[in-house]
């Protein structure tokens, strides 16, 4: 399994940035998929999810800004971003895998509050977003 983001970059408060992972070594949707961010000296933090049946979830400090979504032909996660914080500064990264849901009916936005799944996802390296104020 191969995943690689892109998008990253520079932006003031205020900003949007499209971030972009593309799959590959394995069945895409096969696996829940999320984005996944860490700012220095902090823990990560799932961002954003995504089921096969097209349901999402967000952490509560990005919902209303940034959407989640994909397109199956081209085996590419996205993550748009808009007005865009200071605080959403970090190395965002995607990853694909199977949480374990307290709630059956969670789904993939499992991804959002499992904290001990992560350690078998499969990762990209991540993109650096940085937002000035």
């Known amino acids: 399994v191969q995943l690689q983001e892109s998008g990253g970059g520079s932006v003031q408060s205020g900003g949007s940035l499209r971030l972009s992972c593309v799959a590959s070594?394995?069945?895409?949707?096969?696996?829940?998929m999320g984005w996944f961010r860490q700012a220095p000296g902090k823990e990560r933090e799932a961002v954003a999810a995504?089921?096969?049946?097209?349901?999402?979830g967000y952490a509560d400090s990005v919902k209303g800004r940034f959407t989640i979504s994909q397109d199956n032909a081209k085996k590419t996660l996205y993550l748009q971003m808009d007005r865009l914080k200071p605080e959403d500064t970090a190395m965002y990264y995607c990853?694909?895998?199977?949480?374990?849901?307290?709630?059956?009916?969670?789904?993939?936005?499992?991804?959002?509050?499992?904290?001990?799944?992560?350690?078998?996802?499969?990762w990209g390296q991540g993109t650096q977003v940085t937002v000035s104020s």
């Open positions: 995504l089921g096969n049946d097209g349901i999402t």
């Open positions: 990853a694909t895998g199977r949480p374990i849901p307290s709630d059956p009916r969670a789904g993939c936005r499992a991804m959002l509050t499992d904290s001990q799944s992560p350690r078998n996802y499969f």
């Open positions: 070594g394995y069945t895409y949707r096969t696996y829940c």
